[in-house]
């Protein structure tokens, strides 16, 4: 959507990169012939591979990194070859300026141990709190696989949609136990940050919450961040997904790109056409729990504004042809328009910047966005705006 992208570019701020030197070596058992190879972003956020010979188990490694960098060490025989490479022939590990050492524990590269990084070291102690508060999560997500294969195998066997509609409500409650596990993990994360400005771990651990966390919060907690951590890689990254975020909020009064699209029935449905009627870009998926469980209320406003002049064009992301009839079907959603979302180039999740599901858009009888609601929790805001255009209790 050209009008997005251009407010896009209003809210991002180039800032200097910052080239710091790291010197990274250590030792490792090895036999004759076997290679060390590092990956890593380099002070310009780009993926950068370095390789040495190991010389009696030792190896050096030098080069600039942009605050911190994830990195991997490989250890290999020449020549490399990436399906070769098992887990125990690699170490995980946060790369940042300075003089970091790496030893194998015991001779195994993937339980090497990294001094000389300040950032792997409150890594480290962090994901011990998580894995501490994460007890009993393996046994929960060891159910939803199970649960999940068995889907798969029922699909497969054409079990109908009886037999996997139930199982899918398995995986639901499943995925219920699973909840305050990660609510739990998210207020862990939230504290560190809070309490953590300076450092760089704080923009890493935030990155996966630019899209769901309010983000008039994530810009007051991108603002206490020190400017080493701001201009770092992982900062640049949470500044350009605030930038996304807040350019997907200005799309208020700016005409609705229009787009053509099959229905579930396979007759067309194009934007174009409902001018004089306010629209209702309802982003989901057979997938996404709380879409699911926000459709009832989605229903009782369409019962309730439809004929004052209100459709709902649900538009399904990510997802199986036969998931997504099979949840229009269960949910009883036959009652609007439902499209299912294509690939890029022509994604309307893409155009319509829509990275949290669900996500609504509402449209006016002129055809322009008036509103835009992300997560279930924007529920209250859009059913406020409804009853102030139709006027209906």
Same mark, same amino acid.
């Given at each position: 959507?050209?009008?997005?992208?251009?407010?896009?570019?209003?809210?991002? !701020?180039?800032?200097?990169?910052?080239?710091?030197?790291?010197?990274?070596?250590?030792?490792?058992?090895?036999? &004759?012939?076997?290679?060390?190879?590092?990956?890593?972003?380099?002070?310009?956020?780009?993926?950068?591979?370095?390789?040495?010979?190991?010389?009696? /188990?030792?190896?050096?490694?030098?080069?600039?990194?942009?605050?911190?960098?994830?990195?991997?060490? *490989?250890?290999?025989?020449?020549?490399?070859?990436?399906?070769?490479?098992?887990?125990?022939?690699?170490?995980?590990?946060?790369? #940042?300026?300075?003089?970091?050492? /790496?030893?194998?524990?015991?001779?195994?590269?993937?339980?090497? =141990?990294?001094?000389?990084?300040?950032?792997?070291?409150?890594?480290?102690?962090?994901?011990?709190?998580? %894995?501490?508060?994460?007890?009993?999560?393996?046994?929960?997500? =060891?159910?939803?696989?199970?649960?999940?294969?068995? *889907?798969?195998?029922?699909?497969?066997?054409?079990?109908?949609?009886?037999? *996997?509609? $139930?199982?899918?409500?398995?995986?639901?409650?499943?995925?219920?136990?699973?909840?305050?596990?990660?609510?739990?993990? &998210?207020?862990?994360?939230?504290?560190?940050?809070?309490?953590?400005?300076?450092?760089?771990?704080?923009?890493? #651990?935030?990155?996966?919450?630019?899209?769901?966390?309010?983000?008039?919060?994530?810009?007051?907690?991108?603002?206490?961040?020190?400017?080493?951590?701001?201009?770092?890689?992982?900062?640049?990254?949470?500044?350009?997904?605030?930038?996304?975020?807040?350019?997907?909020?200005?799309?208020?009064?700016?005409?609705?790109?229009?787009?053509?699209?099959?229905?579930?029935?396979?007759?067309?449905?194009?934007?174009?056409?409902?001018?004089?009627?306010?629209?209702?870009?309802?982003?989901?998926?057979?997938?996404?729990?709380?879409?699911? &469980?926000?459709?009832?209320?989605?229903?009782?406003?369409?019962?309730?504004?439809?004929?004052?002049?209100?459709?709902?064009?649900? *538009?399904?992301? %990510?997802?199986?042809?036969?998931?997504?009839?099979?949840?229009?079907? =269960?949910?009883?959603?036959?009652?609007?328009?439902?499209?299912?979302? =294509?690939?890029?180039?022509?994604?309307? !999740? #893409?155009?319509? $910047?829509?990275?949290?599901?669900?996500?609504?858009?509402?449209?006016?009888? &002129?055809? !322009?966005?008036?509103?835009?609601?992300?997560? !279930?929790?924007?529920?209250?805001?859009?059913? $406020?705006?409804?009853?102030?255009?139709?006027?209906?209790?």
């Amino acid at each position: 959507m050209k009008r997005i992208n251009f407010f896009l570019l209003l809210f991002c !701020t180039v800032l200097k990169v910052n080239a710091q030197n790291f010197t990274f070596s250590g030792k490792i058992d090895s036999t &004759e012939g076997m290679s060390a190879r590092l990956t890593y972003f380099n002070d310009k956020g780009v993926y950068t591979i370095d390789s040495c010979a190991l010389e009696n /188990g030792n190896f050096s490694f030098k080069g600039l990194v942009n605050g911190v960098s994830n990195a991997f060490l *490989i250890v290999y025989k020449a020549p490399y070859i990436a399906k070769d490479i098992h887990q125990s022939d690699y170490a995980h590990f946060l790369l #940042e300026a300075g003089v970091i050492t /790496g030893t194998a524990v015991n001779g195994h590269i993937n339980g090497l =141990k990294v001094t000389g990084s300040k950032s792997q070291n409150e890594s480290l102690a962090l994901h011990a709190q998580i %894995n501490e508060a994460n007890k009993g999560l393996a046994d929960v997500m =060891k159910s939803y696989g199970a649960v999940a294969l068995e *889907i798969e195998a029922a699909k497969k066997a054409n079990k109908g949609d009886k037999k *996997i509609d $139930s199982l899918n409500e398995t995986l639901t409650a499943i995925l219920r136990q699973r909840e305050p596990f990660v609510k739990k993990y &998210e207020e862990i994360i939230s504290k560190f940050i809070a309490t953590h400005p300076n450092s760089y771990i704080s923009a890493i #651990e935030m990155s996966p919450y630019t899209s769901t966390w309010p983000v008039d919060s994530l810009q007051v907690i991108f603002d206490r961040f020190s400017p080493a951590v701001k201009k770092s890689t992982p900062g640049l990254g949470v500044q350009k997904a605030i930038s996304t975020r807040l350019a997907a909020n200005i799309i208020n009064n700016v005409k609705a790109e229009n787009f053509t699209a099959y229905d579930v029935n396979g007759k067309s449905v194009s934007l174009a056409n409902f001018k004089g009627k306010y629209v209702l870009l309802d982003f989901w998926g057979s997938w996404c729990v709380p879409c699911r &469980e926000s459709t009832p209320h989605l229903i009782l406003l369409f019962n309730k504004y439809h004929r004052a002049g209100l459709d709902v064009i649900a *538009i399904a992301a %990510n997802d199986k042809p036969d998931d997504w009839r099979r949840a229009i079907k =269960k949910d009883n959603t036959g009652i609007w328009y439902n499209v299912l979302d =294509k690939d890029k180039p022509n994604s309307l !999740t #893409e155009t319509y $910047s829509v990275n949290l599901f669900p996500t609504k858009i509402l449209i006016d009888n &002129e055809g !322009t966005i008036i509103g835009r609601y992300d997560g !279930t929790q924007a529920a209250n805001a859009l059913d $406020s705006k409804l009853a102030e255009i139709f006027g209906v209790k």
